[in-house]
């Protein structure tokens, strides 16, 4: 009965860690997307007003 519950329990960590792991992995890449898209477009905005004071001062 103890070896039977201890399968059982294992199996259930294992399960539950797969679907954790999955879980995270999604959240992590959603969550890079989102920041590295902000990042670009406010980096590229920058980028673009400088390039435009330099060209309107010139």
Request: a positive charge; proline letters at 0%; aromatic letters at 24%.
């Given at each position: 009965l103890i070896?039977?519950?201890f399968l059982c329990s294992l199996y259930l960590f294992i399960y539950l860690?797969?679907?954790?792991f999955i879980?995270?992995?999604i959240y992590?890449?959603?969550y890079?997307?989102?920041?590295l898209s902000?990042?670009?477009?406010?980096?590229l905005s920058m980028y673009l007003s400088?390039?435009?004071s330099i060209y309107l001062a010139i």
């Open positions: 070896k039977i519950f860690s797969i679907y954790l879980f995270l992995s992590l890449s959603i890079l997307s989102i920041c902000i990042y670009l477009s406010i980096y400088i390039y435009l």
